[in-house]
């Protein structure tokens, strides 16, 4: 059974950071693209960035670029976003995805998800 499961969301000052992770199991990792997406209260949720199975490609929302990183530890199965520079508007329940499709890139085609964590900026 895959499980993929988000932590290190919290309430936080704006301008500040904050590091999510998501630990993933049931499934081979290193053969998955990963993503992070978010879902702010009344919004639909929207991509934020994505990370290829090797980690050599990357692609970011332009709202999040040059303030968030994403990364990736396959020996231990986890996924991590690096937040920076947080602003109220990134409050949201981000969740983490991975994907074996060919539209990882563009965050289409993910086929297991995680349950999410809340991140609150406070202004």
């Known amino acids: 059974q895959v499980q993929l499961a988000e932590f290190g969301g919290g309430l936080v000052q704006a301008g500040g950071s904050l590091r999510l992770s998501c630990a993933a199991s049931?499934?081979?990792?290193?053969?998955?693209?990963v993503g992070w997406f978010r879902q702010a209260p009344g919004k639909e949720r929207e991509f934020v960035a994505a990370?290829?199975?090797?980690?050599?490609?990357?692609n970011y929302a332009s709202s999040v670029e040059g303030r968030f990183t994403i990364s990736r530890d396959n020996a231990k199965n986890t996924v991590y976003l690096q937040m920076t520079s947080l602003k109220p508007e990134d409050t949201a329940v981000y969740y983490c995805?991975?994907?074996?499709?060919?539209?990882?890139?563009?965050?289409?085609?993910?086929?297991?998800w995680g349950q999410g964590t809340q991140v609150t900026v406070s202004s």
């Open positions: 995805a991975a994907s074996k499709g060919g539209r990882w890139y563009y965050g289409d085609d993910y086929h297991f």
């Open positions: 049931g499934l081979s990792f290193s053969d998955y693209a």
């Open positions: 990370m290829s199975w090797n980690g050599d490609s990357t």
